[in-house]
């Protein structure tokens, strides 16, 4: 018998942007455990980003719960283990390859707290909140 790959798409649940900075969490616990997700990618649209060759994502976990209410007040959650840092020369979207969270973000969803994304550039680049990020499941 042959399985089919189904691919699932996920809109953040949390997402928060303020000029260069972008905190965005998914939850992708409705997965059902019957499943097994074979990729894991997070997609970051940069179509509205003008870049010079300087230019680059930074990204990383964030370690501590967060609400976008506070974020908007100033708050700003910890972020340190970075993730990846992404040149963005040709800018369209970023693509992330997430696999190694796929399980702890499925069965330990209380410490998912998504990711901290920055535009690293000498000009005063800055994210659209119209650009919304997305993860992309395939699962068999």
């Known amino acids: 018998m042959s399985s089919l790959e189904k691919c699932m798409f996920f809109i953040p649940n949390r997402f928060f942007v303020d000029r260069n900075e972008m905190f965005v969490s998914f939850n992708i616990a409705p997965i059902p455990s019957d499943m097994e997700i074979n990729r894991l990618t997070l997609h970051v649209p940069l179509g509205y980003i003008r870049t010079s060759t300087d230019s680059s994502l930074l990204i990383e976990e964030i370690e501590t719960g967060w609400d976008v209410a506070l974020l908007s007040q100033g708050f700003r959650p910890s972020h340190s283990k970075v993730v990846a840092r992404v040149p963005i020369a040709r800018p369209q ?27 690293l550039s000498e000009s005063k680049l800055s994210f659209s909140e119209e650009a919304v990020p997305y993860l992309i499941a395939a699962t068999i």
Do not use: C, Q
């Open 93 to 119: 979207e970023v693509t992330l390859d997430l696999n190694k969270y796929s399980s702890p973000w499925r069965f330990t969803s209380m410490n998912n707290h998504g990711f901290y994304v920055a535009i």
